[in-house]
C-alpha cells in the first residue's frame, strides 16, 4: 500500500483586543478581557438600548428577576451597564393569558413604538403554534432584532443562571450593532474577509444568497442579502451584484480594500465562482482575492493516538498540499475535559486556483479562519467554529424558518439590520 507523509502544525489561540484605540487592553479570555477593559466599541456605542420585553403575567417574578440579573448583575457577572458601558432600559409588556393572539397583540404596539432590541419568553406548546416565525419575521420585517427566552431557561438551577444571564446579555449588545471584542491583528492590513452561503425553502425552489462582511480582525461589518429568486440562473446573476454591492457598502463604510478573502461554506459550483469573479472585474479595483472553499461535513478525521481520549488539540492543522490543508477548531483543550462526545469534526480548506492571491499566503489564511472562530459573540461558551461559517449557518436557519421566505423581501428592503448581528 502507497503512503505519503503530511505536515502538522498547532496553530495558537489568538489574543482578544478589547478597545479600539488602546492596543494594550487585551487578553486570551473573552470573558476576563469584558470584565476588565470592557467591548471594544465602547466609546463609540452611543445611547441606551431600548429594549422591550414580552412574557406571560404568570412568570412575572421570574421575569423580574432576570431583569434585574441582566440590569445589575449576579455573582460573576457585573451587570450589563458595567460590563457592556451602556444602559439597558427596558419597558415590560405582560400578558394577560399565553395566547398567541395576546403576542401577537403586544408586538403590533412594540413595531409602533422605536425598540432596539426585543425580548420574548414563551412556553414550547402547540397551542401557540409557529409563535417563533411569526413573532420573528414580524420583528425583522420593521427592523427589529429580537431574543427568545424560553421558560424552561428561566426555571433552570440558581447555578446556571449566570452563565445564561451573561450570554444573554452578550448576545443582546451584539444584535443591537455593538462590536464586544475583535482579534488582535497587524493594523496596517486592509483586508476584508467575506463569507458567502445561500439558503433554499422547504421545497428546494427558493434560494436566497446573503454575505457576511469583516475586516480582517473580525470586526463585524455589516451582512447583505438578495431577494428570493427561483431559479439558479437568477440566483448566480443576483451573486454578482451581491458581491458587487457588499464591497461598494463596505468602502462606503470603512476604506477601500486592498485584498479580499472570500469563505465558501457551502458546496460551490464553477458557475458560483464565475460570479464573484465578475464581480470584481466590474469594481474596477486591482485588488487580490483568495477564493477558500470551506467544508465542514468533510470525511476526513485527525486523531492523537498520544492521548487516551485520541482527539487532537484544538487548532491542529494539517497540510495536503500548497493550497489544501484540514483545521481542528473543536478538538480537546489542554488541561480541559471534552465534553462532547466522539470524534469532532474538521474543516477541509482548499483555496481555489482561481484565486489572485498568492498560493503562499495560504498558511496565514487557515491561521485567520482559525482565529475568527474566537470572535463568536453568541456566547462566552459558544462553540469553536469560525464566525463566516457560523453565522452563515445561522442566517440560513433563521430565514429557512421564517413564516414565508417571501417575506425576506421586507426584511431586506428595512435596511435597519445591514450593520446589526441580528441573527445570534
Known amino acids: 500500500m502507497a503512503t505519503f507523509t503530511v505536515y502538522a502544525r498547532q496553530l495558537e489561540k489568538p489574543t482578544l483586543r478589547f478597545d479600539y484605540a488602546i492596543p494594550t487592553s487585551r487578553a486570551k479570555s473573552a470573558r476576563t478581557g469584558m470584565l476588565k477593559y470592557g467591548p471594544y466599541d465602547k466609546n463609540l456605542f452611543q445611547g441606551a438600548i431600548k429594549a422591550a420585553i414580552i412574557s406571560p403575567a404568570i412568570y412575572e417574578a421570574k421575569v423580574k428577576t432576570l431583569i434585574r440579573y441582566l440590569k445589575e448583575g449576579i455573582e460573576g457577572y457585573p451587570g450589563f451597564k458595567q460590563e457592556f458601558r451602556a444602559d439597558l432600559n427596558l419597558v415590560s409588556y405582560r400578558l394577560k393569558s399565553v395566547t398567541r393572539k395576546d403576542y401577537e397583540e403586544a408586538c403590533k404596539k412594540i413595531v409602533r413604538d422605536s425598540f432596539d432590541l426585543v425580548f420574548v419568553v414563551a412556553e414550547r406548546k402547540p397551542a401557540l403554534g409557529d409563535l ?6 414580524r420583528l425583522l420585517g420593521n427592523g ?29 449588545y451584539a444584535k443591537v450593532g455593538g462590536t464586544p471584542w475583535v482579534i488582535e491583528a497587524p493594523e496596517d492590513r486592509d483586508e476584508v474577509v ?27 461589518i455589516l451582512s447583505h442579502s438578495r431577494s428570493p429568486v427561483t431559479t439558479w440562473e437568477e440566483y448566480e446573476t443576483g451573486l454578482e451584484r451581491l458581491v458587487r454591492e457588499a464591497i461598494e457598502e463596505y468602502s462606503r463604510r470603512e476604506s477601500t480594500p486592498q485584498s479580499l478573502v ?34 465542514s461535513y468533510s470525511n476526513y478525521r485527525l486523531f492523537d493516538t498520544s492521548h487516551p481520549t485520541f482527539v487532537p488539540l484544538t487548532g491542529l492543522m494539517v497540510r495536503l498540499g500548497s493550497r489544501n490543508a484540514l483545521l481542528l477548531s473543536s478538538g480537546r483543550v489542554e488541561g480541559y475535559g471534552r465534553t462532547m462526545i466522539g470524534t469532532p469534526r474538521v474543516l477541509h480548506i482548499i483555496m481555489d486556483k482561481n484565486s489572485t492571491m498568492d498560493f503562499g499566503e495560504f498558511p496565514r489564511l487557515v491561521t485567520q479562519l482559525y482565529h475568527f472562530a474566537y470572535i463568536n459573540w453568541r456566547g462566552f461558551n459558544a462553540r469553536t467554529v469560525p464566525v463566516t461559517i457560523n453565522y452563515s449557518q445561522l442566517i440560513s436557519r433563521l430565514v429557512a424558518n421564517l413564516e414565508s421566505i417571501e417575506a425576506w ?16
Open 132 to 137: 417563533y416565525s411569526h413573532i420573528k419575521t
Open 144 to 172: 427589529i432584532p429580537s431574543q427568545f427566552i424560553d421558560i424552561d431557561t428561566l426555571l433552570s438551577p440558581p447555578s446556571q443562571q449566570r452563565w445564561i444571564v451573561e450570554n444573554i446579555a452578550l448576545a443582546s
Open 194 to 220: 467575506i463569507g458567502m452561503s445561500r439558503a433554499l425553502d422547504p421545497t428546494h425552489k427558493v434560494i436566497v444568497g446573503f454575505t457576511t462582511v469583516f475586516k480582517h480582525n473580525g470586526d463585524f
Open 262 to 295: 472570500f469563505h465558501f461554506h457551502k458546496r460551490t459550483g464553477h458557475r458560483e465562482i464565475e460570479s464573484v469573479k465578475r464581480a470584481l472585474q466590474d469594481l474596477g479595483r486591482n485588488v487580490k482575492y483568495a477564493l477558500l472553499h470551506v467544508n
Open 409 to 424: 423581501n421586507e426584511i431586506v428592503a428595512s435596511g435597519r439590520l445591514v450593520d446589526k448581528a441580528w441573527f445570534l
